[in-house]
């Protein structure tokens, strides 16, 4: 049977958008996938420069049912199906 994929929005902000080159995108990867499993192939997909700022991200989950979305740096987190790249931004 072959794996189960989902595609998961990732929109990316200040310094993850500059190492992009773009400002979102659409990462396939196994349903259930991890924070850890996206950020690994955002590391292939950009190299060192997102490497870098990924280092120092938080990452900001869809809300679900409705509720306000949870930023974590736990990446052991499920990714669901839309994550915000957010670099540490100025004067905070």
């Given at each position: 049977?072959?794996?189960?994929?989902?595609?998961?929005?990732?929109?990316?902000?200040?310094a993850?958008?500059?190492a992009?080159g773009?400002?979102?995108d659409t990462?396939d990867?196994?349903e259930?996938?991890?924070?850890?499993a996206?950020?690994?192939?955002?590391?292939?997909?950009?190299g060192a420069?997102?490497?870098?700022?990924?280092?120092?991200?938080?990452?900001?989950?869809e809300?679900?049912?409705?509720?306000a979305?949870?930023?974590?740096?736990d990446?052991?987190r499920?990714?669901?199906s839309?994550v915000?790249?957010?670099?540490?931004?100025a004067?905070?």
């Amino acid at each position: 049977m072959a794996e189960v994929t989902t595609g998961i929005e990732v929109r990316y902000f200040a310094a993850a958008a500059d190492a992009a080159g773009r400002e979102k995108d659409t990462i396939d990867l196994p349903e259930g996938a991890d924070l850890g499993a996206l950020r690994a192939v955002l590391v292939d997909r950009y190299g060192a420069g997102m490497e870098r700022v990924l280092s120092v991200a938080a990452f900001l989950l869809e809300p679900g049912d409705g509720g306000a979305g949870e930023l974590t740096r736990d990446l052991g987190r499920p990714a669901g199906s839309r994550v915000d790249v957010l670099p540490p931004f100025a004067g905070g």
